[in-house]
């Protein structure tokens, strides 16, 4: 069974910065792939951050510079540094893992991943 917790949304104001972490928790390989998307208010859930098996990651280019994503070699830690925010970036963020490894080679469409966690709220004021 694979459980992924969110923490460390909150408020922000622009230009400022925040640190969200996701708990992980089953088998290692159900990990192969984590990211980070996001979810605003009437909007498709979007790829803000990916991280491969081999540490590869990839950023689309709204929050390329901005966001870094890293995990601990356990894989058991998803973190999500989030700098120099924009009220643009509010949004239910959620983590994901998913066990295979080629789903990391792009950000795809959310429905193409597996695991889930409940999400975090980001809100970013002007």
């Known amino acids: 069974q694979v459980q992924l917790v969110e923490s460390g949304g909150g408020s922000a104001q622009a230009g400022g910065s925040l640190r969200l972490s996701c708990a992980v928790s089953?088998?290692?390989?159900?990990?192969?792939?984590m990211g980070w998307f996001r979810q605003a208010p009437g909007k498709e859930r979007e790829g803000v951050a990916l991280?491969?098996?081999?540490?590869?990651?990839i950023y689309p280019d709204s929050v390329k510079g901005r966001f870094a994503i890293s995990r601990d070699n356990l894989k058991t830690t998803l973190d999500l540094q989030m700098n120099n925010l924009q009220p643009d970036d509010t949004a239910m963020y959620y983590c994901?893992?998913?066990?295979?490894?080629?789903?990391?080679?792009?950000?795809?469409?959310?429905?193409?991943?597996?695991?889930w966690g409940q999400g975090t709220q980001v809100t970013v004021s002007p």
């Open positions: 089953g088998p290692t390989y159900s990990s192969n792939c």
């Open positions: 994901m893992s998913d066990s295979r490894p080629h789903v990391c080679s792009s950000i795809l469409r959310h429905t193409m991943y597996t695991f």
């Open positions: 991280i491969g098996r081999d540490g590869r990651t």
